[in-house]
């Protein structure tokens, strides 16, 4: 077989040696943990104007207006970070933090654009960015993991916006913990919003209602205003055949033919996923501009799967494809996995996977 060409198509790369991801052990500095906390990148150029509501749907163009009102609110002498607050744009400035709602739940289907309405209300808060904050429930618990509580109840105190995308109720420690953090953040004045997904491991159990969020929540759910999004159910579509994996030879070739791309057998990166907190896991991926893995097998328990759906996570933040040889990505976990408690987390992983495994076909080219 010939060497695989450069993406640019002007012939092989010669530098035999890709990078490796078990090679890496980043220290990440906790003020650069939460500066990272913003839209990820296929998110940086959404704004209110470029969601489309489906003129079938009101409640979709209700929400823009409501959000757009919310993020006005939020600016200097509004919401957070003033002793004027006033949530949503309506009504005068009270003198006082207002008992009513100082959040938004945005409740609706998976794909109806929940996460591209809540990228949008991060980009118009009129706020400097470190004065904002963007992560999934699973980076915000990851954080939490890596500072400790009391120092992210400080960290992010001074924010204007907290925004809380995939909010899951999987484990009831973590959905505990993050109900106190931010009961301490809506003490001192920091506004929020969150969303979450019902992805394709509950088909048929109905969409996640801001029913069950406000009454996991317990405590906070007088501050949060439930907007409901209507739409078309992304899930009956079901997750999206993986491609057949390459070979050993194939993924090897083209690790060393692209430029930037990381090279790693899979057992071994599992091993090390152990070792680096997964708050991490993003420094881990800088700079790779594709993940080459040889050897794809069943992850072997619970605690290894769950590290790998934060990598996959951090990679598809990054669109970052991910090549490999092995069993294809929808055999990654086992039925008992995809049965149980997780089993959100694990569809999810395997729905990403599967796309940037998609994505990295043209690294080796027609089959």
């Known amino acids: 077989m010939s060497s695989p060409l450069a993406p640019s198509g002007s012939g092989p790369i010669t530098d035999p040696a890709p990078l490796s991801l078990c090679a890496r052990e980043p220290h990440v500095p906790a003020d650069r943990l939460v500066a990272e906390m913003v839209p990820p990148p296929r998110f940086d150029s959404v704004r209110f104007s470029t969601y489309l509501p489906d003129p079938n749907q009101p409640s979709q163009t209700e929400a823009v207006h409501v959000l757009e009102g919310f993020a006005a609110g939020l600016g200097p002498g509004g919401a957070a970070g003033s002793g004027k607050r006033r949530l949503f744009g309506f009504g005068k400035a009270p003198k006082k933090t207002p008992a009513g709602p100082r959040g938004v739940y945005l409740d609706g289907g998976y794909g109806v654009g929940k996460t591209h309405l809540l990228a949008s209300l991060w980009h118009a808060t009129p706020a400097e960015p470190e004065l ?65 997904n019902t992805l394709p491991g509950k088909l048929g159990e109905g969409r996640f209602a801001a029913a069950d969020f406000l009454r996991e929540i317990q405590g906070l759910s007088a501050h949060f205003r439930a907007l409901r999004i209507d739409g078309e159910d992304y899930r009956h579509r079901g997750l999206p055949e993986a491609p057949p994996p390459y070979s050993d030879t194939q993924v090897t070739d083209a690790a060393h033919a692209t430029e930037g791309a990381s090279l790693d057998a899979f057992s071994p990166l599992l091993e090390h996923l152990a070792r680096v ?55 990654l976990f086992s039925d008992e996995m995809l049965n149980g408690g997780y089993r959100k987390k694990y569809f999810r992983a395997i729905s990403r996977l599967t796309a940037l495994a998609r994505d990295a076909g043209k690294l080796v080219g027609p089959r």
Do not use: M, W
């Open 132 to 196: 904002k904050a963007f992560g999934t429930f699973v980076e915000l618990t990851n954080l939490v993991g890596a500072l400790g509580f009391q120092q992210t109840v400080r960290t992010l105190s001074g924010h204007r916006l907290l925004c809380i995308d995939e909010f899951e109720l999987d484990d009831p420690g973590d959905t505990v913990l993050v109900s106190t953090l931010l009961g301490k953040l809506v003490d001192a004045g920091v506004a929020l919003a969150s969303t979450s």
């Open 277 to 331: 907190h997964p708050s991490r896991y993003g420094a881990l991926t800088d700079g790779i501009k594709a993940v080459c893995l040889t050897g794809v097998r069943p992850v072997p328990d619970q605690s290894t799967a769950l590290r790998l759906v934060v990598l996959a996570d951090r990679l598809y933040d990054r669109e970052v494809p991910v090549l490999a040889s092995g069993l294809p990505f929808d055999q």
